[in-house]
Nanobody, 120 residues
């Protein structure tokens, strides 16, 4: 069993900053890619940012230059630093991890989601 526990989120003013964290725990051999998705009301879930075990990063065009994804492999934790937030960043943010489980293979796990609201 693997669980992803998210922290952070909440209300922030436009132009403000917020930091999200997601810690994976359980039966983990290693984690390949970790990242963040978001889903706004009435819209599809979209990739926000992802980072591989080797440190390669991928960002949605809408957040490039504003968001930074990082990870701490010793803690099985991924972070999302969000700066210069805009109202259109408002969404539920979901942590995702591709977890390698010994003798079982690689599986995709999701956090429960955390609300980020950008509003004045």
């Amino acid at each position: 069993q693997v669980q992803l526990v998210e922290s952070g989120g909440g209300l922030v003013q436009p132009g403000g900053s917020q930091r999200l964290s997601c810690a994976a725990s359980g039966s983990i051999f290693s984690i390949n890619t970790m990242g963040w998705y978001r889903q706004a009301p009435g819209k599809q879930r979209e990739l926000v940012a992802a980072i591989t075990s080797g440190g390669s990063k991928n960002y949605a065009d809408s957040v490039k230059g504003r968001f930074t994804v990082s990870r701490d492999n010793a803690k099985n934790t991924v972070y999302l630093q969000m700066n210069s937030l805009k109202p259109e960043d408002t969404a539920v943010y979901y942590c995702n991890a591709q977890v390698v489980r010994m003798m079982w293979g690689t599986y995709d796990y999701w956090g429960q989601g955390t609300q980020v609201t950008v509003s004045s």
